[in-house]
Nanobody, 121 residues
Framework: QVQLVESGGGLVQAGGSLRLSCAAS????????MGWYRQPPGKQRDLVAS???????YYEDSVKGRFTISRDNAKNTVYLEMNSLKPEDTAVYYC???????????????WGKGTLVTVSS
């Protein structure tokens, strides 16, 4: 059973910083892309940033220059460093990973339960 567990959310003032972590555990043969999504209150869940095994990254336009995604492949962990936070960054942040549990299996997408980030003005 694969699990993704996020940590690091909380309340921060505008202009502040937070670092989110997401650790994958369980039966894991390999992890492909890992990413962070967010869902603001009353809105849909959208991709914020993603990173491949080789370190190629993608960022949604509104977070470019403020957020940095990174991963530790040895620890099966992905991070999201968030700086210069704005009230509009307030959302539940979800970790996402494409994981193969055995070398002959296709990758399956797994989700964490989410961590709330609240940015006050």
């Amino acid at each position: 059973q694969v699990q993704l567990v996020e940590s690091g959310g909380g309340l921060v003032q505008a202009g502040g910083s937070l670092r989110l972590s997401c650790a994958a555990s369980g039966r894991i043969w390999g992890i492909d892309v890992m990413g962070w999504y967010r869902q603001p209150p009353g809105k849909q869940r959208d991709l914020v940033a993603s990173i491949t095994t080789g370190g190629n990254t993608y960022y949604e336009d509104s977070v470019k220059g403020r957020f940095t995604i990174s991963r530790d492949n040895a620890k099966n962990t992905v991070y999201l460093e968030m700086n210069s936070l704005k009230p509009e960054d307030t959302a539940v942040y979800y970790c996402n990973a494409a994981i193969a549990v055995y070398f002959t299996d296709p990758v399956t997408t797994y989700w964490g339960k989410g961590t709330l980030v609240t940015v006050s003005s």
